[in-house]
């Protein structure tokens, strides 16, 4: 069964702190892996990540891709209170063309003043 | 450009009742997935619609049916609704091009609450 599995479920840290997310995942197919940040109920988009562009950088997040190891993490430097939200991790196994991303739990980060 | 639009953002129903939930897609996007996301859950698919068929389904019962119109919105149907149907159902849209890359953009879902 196709799964992706995130560690920490969830994450206490303070404003100033760098973070890091981890995403492992297990799939019959491959074909991206994206982040989402949660922070009521859109998951809105950060990142892509495929084989040919296993790294992304978007100011203060950046996200690798290691194929190798079937795993992917999301860095998040010098956090601020707004960067708390779920983050969810999520793989693309068909490019879309069925539409099914498989999700992990998330992690639920906090970020205290 | 238009996000992507869910309504109603709040709905309860009592067991057996049947609800219809909404979503437009974003501007310029042909291909409608829906999630279902349970408390403490990361989103579980439940079926994908492009140029108005059903294009891929998840692991959920015919009681969950869906539409997508000529315009691209969708609506998904719950029928016989359960207790365990509670959770936040999200829409998300893309656009089916020939890169192979797919990235979704999400709705802000609908809340569904079953007493």
């Known amino acids: 069964e196709d799964k992706v599995v995130q560690s920490p479920l969830s994450l206490v840290v303070h404003e100033g702190d760098t973070v890091t997310l981890n995403c492992s995942y297990e799939?019959?197919?491959?074909?991206?892996l994206l982040w989402y940040k949660q922070e009521k109920k859109a998951p809105t988009f950060l990142f892509m990540l495929?084989?040919?562009?296993i790294e992304k950088k978007s100011g203060r997040l950046s996200s690798i891709l290691d194929k190798k190891e079937l795993s992917s993490i999301l860095n998040i430097t010098a956090t601020q209170t707004g960067d708390s939200a779920i983050y969810l991790c999520a793989v693309d196994p068909y490019g879309g063309s069925q539409g099914n991303l498989i999700f992990g739990k998330g992690t639920k980060l906090s970020v205290k003043p | 450009e238009t996000g992507v639009t869910q309504s109603p953002t709040h709905l309860i129903k009592t067991r057996g009742q049947q609800v219809t939930l909404r979503c437009s897609s974003q501007s310029g996007h042909n291909t409608v997935s829906w999630y279902q996301q349970a408390l403490g859950q990361g989103p579980q698919f439940i079926f994908q619609y492009y140029r108005e068929e059903e294009n891929g389904r998840g692991n959920f019962p015919p009681r969950f049916s869906g539409l997508q119109f000529p315009n691209y919105s969708s609506e998904l149907n719950v029928n016989a609704l359960e207790l365990d149907d509670s959770a936040l159902y999200l829409c998300?849209?893309?656009?089916?091009?020939?890169?192979?890359?797919?990235?979704?953009?999400f709705g802000p879902g609908t809340r569904l609450t079953v007493l």
């Open positions: 998300a849209s893309s656009l089916d091009g020939t890169s192979g890359f797919y990235t979704q953009y």
């Open positions: 799939v019959t197919n491959f074909r991206s």
């Open positions: 495929t084989s040919s562009g």
